[in-house]
């Protein structure tokens, strides 16, 4: 006989013996007053402060986007009634991609219901359609890019992160009559380091290999119209593919790719993970629109993200925290222990409710646990000295340790400066 039960419950322990079994806030997040949100727990209910949200730039509760999804429920209903070949392509959706491949300054674009099936569809079908390709992917990518290289079923090779020596070495080595794919990341989430494009990009013309690189974390923030990265450098056009998220800055649901027409036609054809789902409902796909609409010519949210994020790094460096350097809006906090990791976070909640989810292996390397806080343009001075006390007690009354053994600095009062992003109800 086969212990099912008994099998289920030894993987569930292995997560609790490693420390890494993971347990989701009950939040409700309050629209109009981002970043506070409900915390519900053990039968009370507690406002508290988030403070490691993917809706970086507040869009999820800007009135514009969400009166774009209230207007198209109205006029549309709810789902799309289909997969895009049966009766799901609804206009929102032609109009949102007409959207994104502009954003991109590509031919075009196409949308899938999350950002993961969108790597995980483009890259293993693009791959899949070259005979004999060969993926040169970056150590550090997302999960869903490492299903899209394993679906593919191709022969790959794994470059040091950011390394473009090494990925030249392995490009050196590799057949020169064979396809070959690059996929890499622009800004990447748990370090906020950046990808040397631009290298990347020359080295993929060198040795005639196709580019796809995910712009998750920085498309609606970086870039005069918040194309990301490539736009920000320029940079752009030597890139083949580039996927992106709604469901991040944008503040929606949903993923996608840009790119020439005859790739995009060819996901648009051969990929399952595309053809066989229902597509976005119109709703999300006309907030989507809004909200990218709105980054394309709004510069305060992206000005008053980096000022925010800047702030709190220095803010928090001074205090003696551990800050991690960072060029982008993501400022990790070194921890290095699973089990304090997670102390230090539910000590957060429970004693000064600030919500920071802890990070642990494997989604970061073992000994680099970590706080990964992303202050928003909603995250004003106040907060930031709120989250520095509250930090700093934690780091005390856990026991991690300071940087440099240095002495956590007195809880200085900062004035509060009014931010330029308004929020009204919508
Ligand atoms: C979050 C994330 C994704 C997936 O995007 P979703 O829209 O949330 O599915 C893809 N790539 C990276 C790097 C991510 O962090």
């Not at 806030?25 to 506070?36: C, N, S």
């Not at 950002?115 to 993926?135: K, M």
């Not at 949210?301 to 001074?318: I, N, P, T, W």
Request: glycine fraction near 8%; charged fraction near 25%; include cysteine.
């Amino acid at each position: 006989m086969i212990d099912y039960k008994g099998r289920f419950a030894a993987a569930i322990d292995a997560l609790h013996d490693e420390k890494r079994y993971r347990v989701f806030a009950d939040l409700e997040r309050i629209a109009g007053r981002f970043p506070a949100a409900i915390w519900r727990h053990e039968g009370e209910a507690r406002e508290i402060t988030v403070w490691c949200s993917n809706d970086y730039l507040g869009m999820g509760q800007h009135p514009a986007v969400m009166k774009a999804m209230r207007s198209a429920v109205a006029a549309m209903g709810s789902g799309a009634g289909g997969t895009r070949n049966i009766s799901g392509t609804n206009h929102p959706l032609v109009e949102l991609e007409r959207e994104l491949a502009d954003l991109h300054s590509k031919e075009a674009a196409l949308v899938f219901t999350s950002g993961f099936v969108s790597n995980e569809a483009s890259i293993s079908t693009i791959a899949r359609l070259l005979p004999d390709c060969q993926i040169f992917s970056d150590e550090l990518n997302h999960a869903s890019m490492i299903e899209g290289v394993k679906k593919s079923g191709c022969r790959k090779a794994i470059f040091r992160h950011n390394d473009v020596d090494h990925l030249e070495e392995l490009l050196k080595a590799a057949d020169p009559a064979k396809p070959k794919l690059i996929v890499f990341e622009s800004v990447y989430s748990m370090d906020g380091d950046i990808a040397p494009i631009a290298a990347i990009a020359d080295l993929a013309e060198r040795y005639n290999a196709l580019t796809y690189i995910d712009e998750v974390h920085a498309v609606g923030m970086y870039g005069a119209r918040g194309g990301g990265i490539t736009e920000r450098d320029g940079e752009a056009r030597r890139i083949d593919v580039i996927e992106g998220t709604l469901a991040k800055a944008f503040g929606v649901l949903g993923g996608y790719i840009a790119g020439s027409r005859d790739v995009i036609d060819c996901v648009r054809s051969y990929a399952p993970g595309f053809i066989f789902t229902t597509a976005l409902p119109p709703a999300l796909a006309a907030a989507a629109t809004a909200s990218i609409r709105h980054l394309k010519t709004s510069q305060v949210e992206r000005d008053s993200q980096q000022r925010q994020a800047a702030r709190a790094k220095a803010v928090l460096g001074a205090a003696g925290l551990p800050v991690m350097a960072s060029p982008t809006h993501i400022v990790p906090v070194l921890v290095g222990d699973p089990d304090l990791c997670k102390k230090a976070s539910d000590h957060l909640l429970e004693v000064h409710g600030i919500y920071i989810q802890p990070i642990n292996y494997p989604t970061v390397p073992r000994g680099t646990e970590r706080l990964r806080i992303t202050p928003t343009p909603f995250h004003d001075d106040a907060l930031i000295a709120k989250l520095r006390d509250a930090l700093v007690e934690t780091w005390q009354a856990v026991g991690i340790a300071f940087a440099n053994a240095a002495k956590p600095a007195e809880p200085a009062r900062s004035r509060v400066t009014p931010l330029v992003v308004s929020q009204a109800g919508g």
